[in-house]
């Protein structure tokens, strides 16, 4: 019970922001008018984030199945590197390990790499189901809020946009990488400006593909010449 609490702790930054996310994702689905039971199911079988957001309005366009495949891969294409700086935190149980890599949300993944107090695989196991709990709880909530509140209202979906602004900011703050930094908005100015159409595919490829490129040596360099100009 101790380590329960002892995680809950570490968790509750993202439930301060999942539960009024999750709760957002509910207005959304319920004010677009469709099947009510789907929105809990996809916090629980898909748990997907910004995804879910674009799905509400996607399926309430009538978009068909493959289309939205092809843009859940786009979106959540980024899932595919996090396991990379995690391998040394998955769960060694056959259930354990599947739904380990199947949670690891943006949010999750900041906690688990930044927080530096994350020393063992039961414990990320532990973030990783509570932070879906306050997801999941969220979406709840906004299901029933819904009712109360009046149709077609605005600038909802920007609560996600801030979440990931503050856990940036977050991140600079505890690694003080300027080289990541600036390497990440470079990444950003060069999509924006020729593949916006793709921003997030093709700014995680552009990042991935400079980082295989760059060698060890020199983005330790790098790093170093960074904290000493702080």
């Known amino acids: 019970m101790n380590s329960w609490r002892n995680t809950f702790s570490l968790t509750l930054p993202?439930?301060?922001?999942?539960?009024p996310l999750g709760a957002v994702f509910g207005v959304l689905w319920v004010d677009a008018a469709l099947t009510w039971y789907w929105a809990p199911l996809m916090s629980m079988l898909v748990y997907a984030g910004a995804l879910q957001y674009l799905a509400v309005g996607m399926l309430a366009a009538g978009i068909?199945?493959?289309?939205?495949?092809?843009?859940?891969?786009?979106?959540?294409?980024?899932?595919?590197?996090y396991g990379l700086s995690l391998y040394h935190l998955l769960p060694k149980g056959r259930l354990g390990r599947p739904y380990f890599i199947f949670g690891i949300t943006d949010e999750t993944y900041s906690l688990l790499s930044a927080s530096g107090?994350?020393?063992?695989?039961?414990t990320a196991l532990q973030?990783?189901?509570?932070?879906?709990?306050?997801?999941?709880?969220?979406?709840?909530?906004?299901?029933?809020?819904?009712r109360g509140?009046?149709?077609?209202?605005?600038?909802?979906?920007?609560?996600?946009?801030?979440?990931?602004?503050?856990l940036a900011v977050e991140q600079i703050r505890a690694k003080k990488d300027w080289y990541a930094v600036l390497l990440g908005l470079s990444?950003?100015?060069v999509v924006g400006v020729w593949v916006s159409e793709y921003f997030l595919l093709a700014a995680s490829v552009m990042l991935v593909l400079v980082l295989l490129a760059w060698p060890a040596s020199s983005k330790t360099a790098a790093n170093q010449a960074g904290e000493e100009g702080l």
């Open 14 to 19: 993202v439930m301060m922001g999942y539960l």
């Open 64 to 81: 068909g199945w493959l289309d939205l495949a092809v843009a859940s891969l786009l979106v959540n294409f980024r899932h595919l590197f």
């Open 117 to 122: 107090q994350v020393k063992d695989s039961k």
């Open 127 to 146: 973030i990783v189901a509570l932070n879906q709990g306050y997801w999941i709880l969220g979406t709840l909530i906004g299901m029933v809020l819904a």
């Open 149 to 166: 509140l009046p149709p077609g209202l605005q600038g909802l979906d920007f609560a996600l946009t801030a979440l990931f602004t503050v």
């Open 187 to 189: 990444a950003a100015a």
